[in-house]
Structures are given as C-alpha cells and as structure tokens.
C-alpha cells in the first residue's frame, strides 16, 4: 500500500515535540508499549502485539536482521537436531507474518520468533541401529527444541543527528527519525547482533548507554515471555481451552462470540428421483426475527420461484 | 429410489461450531476484521478505494484484488484458487460502479487452519469489507459443509472430518434471500445430496447473519 505522504507540519510537530522530551502516545522515552503475547493451538505458533504494530516493505531489511540474530547467535543447539549423523537431520522453520506495521516491527518481530522457537514440540524420534521411528503426537508427547538463550532486539531512534533518542519508536516517529540502532541481547547481557542504519553518526558513549538501557528492557520482555510460555503449558496440561480463539478479549465492544449453534432442520424433505428432473420441496420457516439494526428478512427460495415476504 | 427422512428429526449433525469475531484490530488497513470459527481463524484486511495502477485500472469501475496467505510456506495453487473464489463473490456483492478507477485491496492471513478455511475467509472479507464501509448491495456469508461415507450431512466440519469425509461443499450465500453465490465443492455426491447440503447450508446462514447484526449493533447500539 503506498503510505500516505507526512505533511511538513506533522514532520516539524514531531520533532519539537521529541525536543521538549514529548511523545505522541504520553510514553517516556525509554517507555515501551504494551507487549501482548497469545499462542495458538499449534505448538510453535504465536502473535506478539507491540502495542499496534503485528505487514510491509521492510520485510527484506527484517528477514536479515532476524536470521543474522537468530542463526550468528546460536541460540539453538543445532547439534540436537542431528538425528542420524551424516544422513538425517530436522530442519526448522520460521515462517513470520507481518499483521500490521505500527512501528518497530523489528522488536515484535524478534520477540515473536524467539517465542515461537521456545512454544513449539519437535516430535520425538528412537533410532535403533539403523532404523529411525517418528513417533506422532499421539504416540508420544512431543519434544521441545534446546534453546541455550533468547536474542531479543530491541529499536533506538535518534533524531537531530544524534541529540535525541527515543526507545520502542512508533510509526509516525519513524518516519521522522535520521537513524536508528538496533541492538540484539540476550538476559545473560551478551550482544548478539548490532546493526545501524540511517547513516548517523554515533559517539561511543552514545552506543554503550543504549546497551545498558537494552539489557534492561530485554531483562523485562524475557521475564515477560517466560510467564506466557509457562501459562499456556499450565493452560495445556489442565486441559482447558487454548488457542487463539480463547484469548479474543471479550469485553471489547468490538469484539464478539457466539456459542455453539444449533441449526433447525427439522423440516421432512421429501425427495424424488424421476428421470426428468430433480424437484426438491423445502419447507421454509418463516422466523420471525427482532433486529434492532434495519435488516432485510430472507426466506429459502424454491427452484423455480422467488418469494420475499415482508416485513 | 427414494429417500425420504423419519419425520420430526433429521439425521444430518446440524451444528455450527463457536463463533467469534473483532472488528477493526488493524491500525493501518481501512477496515479489518478476524473472523473465528471452532479453532479456525482468520484475519482480514481491507485497503481501499484506493489508487490503483495504470495496468490494472477500469474505467467504469473498481478493481478488486485478493490475496490470501497460508500459515505456513509461500502461497500455493490452492491459495490462488481460493482467492478467485472469493474476488468473485465479492466482486458480485461489491457495488464496483460508485468507484470507478480506484482499487480495493483484501489481505487475508490464516492464522489457523481447522476445516472450513474458505467459509472461514468469506465470513471475515464480509466483516472487513462492512468494516471499511465500502458499499455493497448484500452481505455475504460462507458456510462449509461435509458429506461423510454413510452418507450424513456435517456442517462446519474440522479437518479431521473433512479428511475422513467423502465430499466437502463450500457454499457463499447472500443475505437479501439466501441465495447461493458461489460454490466450491469437492468429493463425489448425488445431485439431491447437493440439493440437500444447500438446504442445510441456506438454514445455517440464518444463524451466521444473526451473529453479524449482533456483533455489529453490539459496538453501535448504546444498550
């Protein structure tokens, strides 16, 4: 979708606003959103909202930062995934689809596979000699992957050729930024990917107190991950509902459920096979329905005629 | 040979699965919506009228375009065919005309896939559609059904059902009179079980249309 061009007004707004230590949204500057973390049904499928970001044209930019995280790091034991040396082996895939782009899509988006690498059940494999027995599901309760750490990025914009920073930028932030650094860590306070953009020019002391402010966040988003995880392996082993369908919030106004619906057939239909054609009689019933919306009726038409009757 | 039903009870299972749906949970699209249905989900974004390029433009009206990606993997064959199902029902139900020379733009992602994906994707372009406010002259709805070896109709089937079933319908119906739209069907069946399942389906549709007027006065209606 083309993006609707940022007014020069809307652009000078911004930054004096950043100047003034101000951001749209009321947030601080080392504030993040809301971070909302839901798994589905699936093990290994999840959605992160950071606040509205959860689709664009960064999407080449963000698949090498996140491979480069997720891979350089070695956060996975590869060498688990060894089934018969030299012959068999299982391979993994992250498949990251970007919902909606509200800015820092590359924190979501690292967050999202990070959590989806821990959530997800390899299934368990017996190798006896030569022969390899996958087991299903059924047979045997799946396998966790061995994770050794979670890379997590997290996004710093600067404005002003580097006077002033702001953490978790949104979208209108970014399109106003010079630059931005983004920094890969893990809870262990190890850097695993540091990438910068925009062409800025940075002072050392500038990288390092971004650093410090990155454990910090990522400290609080792996805390954060852990809770999710381990409340959906609750959910799962006391057999309630999960998925993606349980966790629509309910009390939104804009969101709706509707229980288990019957649907009344009970009308004999009575069918006849002559060689001419087929003539199917349905009994329609008229139901009579309150809307509060104006609503047209609808009623089972026959084969040959229409009836509309009225409200 | 005729077939004729014990009076008073049906023997097909009619049974809708648990619905849900959320309206406007995308920031960027001009009207989005995720359409729930047992364990499978779906998410729909609506860009549009919007501009649209030399190449594809229509002078007398707007330009629909479907893209439906699948969970997993790049969008296959299968997506394709599902997309042309659902560009021409809403194509049928879209009033083209009033915007000439512009594009819409349906996004759809599964997000999971439990049976009944394509009722599924039509129940939520219906929902982002409305969401977005582009005019239609009727709303539209999908409902999937199932014929299984002994010959029992299953409405909203799970893909265990519909792998053990030995035809799968998916009906589109509009709302003004329960017609059908569009249909994609696939398995072998008798002409009156066709009949049949688009009996079931038309009934079933009532209760999908009852659940969109409800969810939409839920967030208008100030009771």
């Known amino acids: ?311 | 040979m005729m077939q004729v039903t014990q009076s008073g009870s049906f023997q097909h299972a009619a049974v809708l699965r648990e619905f849900g749906c959320e309206h406007s949970l995308l920031s960027r699209p001009d009207g989005s919506a995720s359409f729930v249905q047992g364990d499978t989900t779906v998410l729909a974004g609506v860009y549009g009228p919007a501009e649209v390029m030399v190449s594809k433009e229509s002078f007398d009206r707007a330009t629909l375009e479907v893209t439906l990606k699948p969970k997993v993997g790049m969008p296959g064959v299968a997506e394709r065919s599902k997309e042309q199902c659902i560009r021409q029902t809403c194509e049928a139900a879209l009033l083209t005309r009033l915007h000439p020379r512009t594009s819409i733009t349906l996004s759809l992602q599964t997000v999971h896939d439990d049976g009944a994906l394509l009722a599924c994707c039509l129940n939520a372009a219906c929902m982002a559609l409305m969401d977005a406010g582009l005019p239609m002259h009727c709303l539209f709805c999908g409902v999937c059904c199932a014929i299984d070896q002994q010959g029992t109709i299953k409405l909203d089937p799970t893909a265990r059902e519909e792998k053990e079933s030995r035809a799968v319908m998916t009906f589109a119906l509009d709302s003004t009179d329960c017609r059908v739209m569009m249909s994609s069907t696939k398995g072998s069946y008798t002409a009156a079980e066709l009949q049949q399942c688009i009996a079931v389906c038309q009934r079933a549709s009532e209760s999908i249309f009852q659940f969109y007027r409800d969810s939409v006065s839920r967030r208008y209606c100030k009771a």
């Open chain 1, 1 to 311: 979708m083309r993006e609707t061009p940022l007014s020069n007004c809307e652009r000078q707004f911004l930054v004096q606003a950043i100047a003034e230590k101000k951001r749209l949204d009321g947030r601080q500057t080392y504030d993040y959103r809301n971070i909302k973390i839901t798994f589905g049904t699936d093990y290994g499928c999840c959605i992160v909202d950071l606040g509205k970001t959860r689709q664009s044209e960064l999407v080449v930019k963000l698949n090498r930062l996140v491979e480069r995280c997720l891979r350089n790091s070695k956060c996975i034991d590869t060498e688990s995934l060894c089934v018969v040396s030299g012959e068999k082996v299982w391979q993994i895939r992250v498949d990251l689809h970007l919902l909606n782009h509200d800015g820092n899509i590359m924190d979501a988006a690292s967050i999202a596979a990070i959590t989806a690498l821990c959530h997800f059940r390899r299934p368990d494999v017996s190798i006896q000699g030569e022969d390899v027995t996958v087991y299903t599901p059924e047979e045997r309760d799946p396998v966790p992957l061995s994770i050794h750490h979670m890379p997590i990025c997290v996004s710093f914009s600067f404005f002003q050729q580097g006077t002033y920073l702001l953490v978790d930028p949104s979208e209108r932030e970014e399109r106003v930024m010079d630059g931005l650094l983004v920094i890969a860590m893990n809870k262990h306070r190890e850097i695993c990917t540091i990438q910068s953009s925009g062409g800025i020019m940075l002072l050392k002391d500038q990288v390092l107190r971004c650093s410090k402010i990155a454990s910090v966040k990522v400290t609080e988003i792996s805390e954060l991950i852990q809770k999710a995880l381990e409340n959906d392996k609750k959910v799962r082993k006391e057999g309630g509902k999960f998925g993606f369908a349980e966790s629509m919030p309910n009390q939104r106004i804009t969101a709706y459920k509707m229980e288990v619906a019957p649907v009344d057939t009970e009308d004999p239909i009575v069918l006849s096979d002559s060689e001419e054609e087929d003539v199917v009689v349905l009994e329609p019933k008229i139901m009579k329905k309150e809307v509060k919306v104006q609503a047209s009726s609808t009623a089972a038409s026959k084969k040959k005629k229409k009836k509309k009757p009225a409200h």
